[in-house]
């Protein structure tokens, strides 16, 4: 095996990318698009294209490898987006899930009044728009939920009314017998939980960050009253080392913010927020939080005192577990993701003594959308017959890319512009003795080695992957 390596002098590196950079690059390059867009779009609503469908599916299947398979007390489920009317009224969201709004009576434009406080508190001292100047409403409670209605017909009352579930973990605490019954976990042991939830919120924005319709990854801990802080500490620990290990952020980008007792949740004893830090600042990606036995005992209570204790295999004690909640957002995973892999890198000058720019995402390998980029070098000789061949066997394993048109050079900034971490050059010299040329994107060096291996390759150089 040869080994050729590619050591451009870089003149600068710029972490991170700006919102209007990253929003392009997803529309250009088949990440997500606004939604409805042909229509004029619809705020706070967007589609994944290709690539963007790949990467959250890839970051959605490592979630779940890493909360469920690799624990033997982690069981998932999948409930029903639209449950009955009282588990909302149970769970405390009919009266307490609602931000303070306030309008502009000129432009009509909507503010979160928490919101306007933080980004221009002269306006909300003085009630006046920071829009246009207009005069601003007083503050009032607006609920998130979205409602619908069951049945054909609308009677105008609430006899039909529903909610799309604003949260995920509803489904989860409601079934929690049928999980503890049907499975024989015994605590401490955890439910998971993938899913759409839905929130009227009263203003989107930042891209992905914030939208009226989003996905969860959420798993419930269930302990014993007592053990709820140790578990806590521990699940605090496995979460930030997940982004770290798993997703391949930066720890820097990283840290906890644990809430006040004016932002703790109406369920809650304890809560910390995993926040990274976006190009608008230190936000919000996951929550931790020790929700006690309210919701359990909620559900119990309204649910006309279904039992929903739990019996000490040991002791024969009866007790309402705690709950540790872990509740990340598969959304803002996949932004982070983006972000944390956007670089741009200065090469020097081309042949016409231009700055050569190289963008590119350093994906992890286990998220990244495409695995391999492979280029047969020419159209002719039996080269795309080849090249061919090795996608086959390597799409048992991987999505591969095949792409058989341009300058092998234009082709491999294509894909590091959509972080493919291989890509694999197919010549001449693969038809004298089946050798192949792989290239890597963070390094851009290349090393040539028979394309049997390519697989076991592949797999050795994720499984060691370690960010440049």
Same mark, same amino acid.
């Given at each position: 095996?040869?080994?050729? %390596?590619?050591?451009?002098?870089?003149?600068?590196?710029?972490?991170?990318?700006?919102?209007?950079?990253?929003?392009?690059?997803?529309?250009?390059?088949? *990440?997500?698009?606004?939604?409805?867009?042909?229509?004029?779009?619809?705020?706070?609503?967007?589609?994944?294209?290709?690539?963007?469908?790949?990467? %959250?599916?890839?970051?959605?299947?490592?979630?779940?490898?890493?909360?469920?398979?690799?624990?033997?007390?982690?069981?998932?489920?999948?409930?029903?987006?639209?449950?009955?009317?009282?588990?909302?009224?149970?769970?405390?969201?009919?009266?307490?899930?609602?931000?303070?709004?306030?309008?502009?009576?000129?432009?009509?434009?909507?503010?979160?009044?928490?919101?306007?406080?933080?980004?221009?508190?002269?306006?909300?001292? !003085?009630?006046?728009?920071?829009?246009?100047?207009?005069?601003?409403?007083?503050?009032?409670?607006?609920?998130?939920?979205?409602?619908?209605?069951?049945?054909?017909?609308?009677?105008?009352?609430?006899?039909?009314?529903?909610?799309?579930?604003?949260?995920?973990?509803?489904?989860?605490?409601?079934? *929690?017998?049928?999980?503890?019954? #049907?499975?024989?976990?015994?605590?401490?042991?955890?439910?998971?939980?993938?899913?759409? $939830?839905?929130?009227?919120?009263?203003? #989107?924005? !930042?891209?992905?960050?914030?939208?009226?319709?989003?996905?969860?990854?959420?798993?419930?801990?269930?302990?014993?009253?007592?053990?709820?802080?140790?578990?806590?500490?521990?699940?605090?620990?496995?979460?930030? +080392?997940?982004?770290?290990?798993?997703?391949?952020?930066?720890?820097?980008? /990283?840290?906890?913010?644990?809430?006040?007792?004016? &932002?703790?949740?109406?369920?809650?004893?304890?809560?910390?927020?995993?926040?990274?830090?976006?190009?608008?600042?230190?936000?919000?990606?996951?929550?931790?939080?020790?929700?006690?036995?309210?919701? /359990? @005992? @909620?559900?119990?209570?309204?649910?006309?005192? %279904?039992?929903?204790?739990?019996?000490?295999?040991?002791?024969?004690?009866?007790?309402?577990?705690?709950?540790?909640?872990?509740? $990340?957002?598969? #959304?803002?995973?996949?932004?982070? #993701?983006?972000?944390?892999?956007?670089?741009?890198?200065?090469?020097?000058?081309?042949? &016409?003594?231009?700055?050569?720019?190289?963008?590119?995402?350093?994906?992890?390998?286990?998220? $990244?959308?495409?695995? +391999?980029?492979?280029?047969?070098?020419?159209?002719?000789?039996? /080269?795309?017959?080849?090249?061919?061949?090795?996608?086959?066997?390597?799409?048992?394993?991987?999505?591969?890319?095949?792409?058989?048109?341009?300058?092998?050079? @234009?082709?491999?900034?294509?894909?590091?512009?959509?972080?493919?971490?291989?890509?694999?050059?197919?010549?001449?010299?693969?038809?004298?003795?089946?050798?192949?040329? /792989?290239?890597?994107?963070?390094?851009?060096?290349?090393?040539?080695?028979?394309?049997?291996?390519?697989?076991?390759?592949? %797999?050795?150089?994720?499984?060691?992957?370690?960010?440049?």
């Amino acid at each position: 095996m040869s080994n050729k %390596k590619i050591n451009p002098q870089v003149i600068t590196n710029e972490d991170g990318a700006s919102m209007e950079k990253l929003v392009s690059l997803c529309k250009r390059r088949g *990440f997500v698009y606004q939604s409805s867009e042909i229509y004029g779009g619809l705020n706070g609503a967007w589609d994944y294209g290709p690539l963007g469908v790949e990467l %959250k599916n890839n970051i959605q299947k490592i979630w779940w490898q890493a909360m469920t398979r690799k624990h033997d007390n982690i069981v998932g489920i999948d409930g029903a987006i639209m449950m009955h009317p009282r588990v909302w009224e149970a769970s405390g969201h009919v009266e307490n899930f609602s931000d303070p709004l306030i309008d502009c009576k000129a432009c009509k434009t909507r503010f979160r009044a928490d919101h306007l406080e933080a980004d221009n508190p002269e306006a909300l001292k !003085n009630k006046k728009c920071p829009s246009c100047g207009g005069e601003l409403t007083e503050p009032r409670n607006f609920n998130l939920m979205f409602k619908t209605h069951l049945g054909p017909v609308d009677k105008g009352d609430d006899s039909g009314l529903v909610y799309l579930r604003p949260e995920t973990a509803q489904a989860i605490f409601v079934n *929690f017998k049928n999980v503890a019954d #049907t499975s024989r976990v015994s605590i401490p042991f955890g439910i998971a939980q993938v899913g759409k $939830a839905f929130r009227n919120e009263i203003t #989107t924005k !930042n891209f992905i960050f914030r939208t009226l319709e989003f996905e969860q990854m959420e798993m419930q801990f269930f302990c014993k009253p007592g053990t709820d802080l140790e578990w806590l500490a521990k699940w605090k620990e496995e979460r930030l +080392a997940y982004y770290h290990n798993l997703l391949g952020i930066k720890p820097e980008r /990283l840290r906890f913010h644990q809430h006040g007792a004016n &932002e703790l949740a109406h369920y809650a004893a304890d809560a910390y927020d995993i926040e990274y830090l976006y190009p608008f600042g230190w936000q919000e990606l996951e929550g931790i939080h020790d929700r006690t036995d309210y919701d /359990l @005992r @909620r559900h119990a209570e309204f649910s006309g005192n %279904k039992r929903l204790t739990y019996q000490d295999e040991e002791t024969k004690e009866y007790y309402i577990p705690y709950v540790i909640e872990t509740s $990340a957002g598969l #959304t803002r995973s996949v932004l982070i #993701t983006l972000m944390d892999a956007y670089h741009e890198e200065s090469l020097g000058k081309d042949d &016409e003594g231009n700055e050569d720019i190289r963008t590119v995402l350093h994906f992890h390998p286990n998220v $990244a959308p495409i695995m +391999a980029g492979i280029f047969p070098l020419v159209k002719k000789d039996g /080269l795309p017959e080849i090249a061919r061949e090795i996608e086959t066997e390597l799409k048992e394993e991987f999505n591969v890319y095949y792409d058989g048109s341009g300058a092998v050079g @234009r082709r491999y900034r294509r894909m590091d512009e959509v972080g493919t971490p291989y890509c694999i050059t197919i010549d001449h010299q693969s038809k004298e003795d089946g050798s192949v040329t /792989l290239r890597y994107r963070d390094t851009m060096q290349q090393v040539r080695l028979p394309k049997e291996e390519l697989v076991s390759f592949i %797999k050795k150089a994720n499984k060691n992957y370690k960010r440049q």
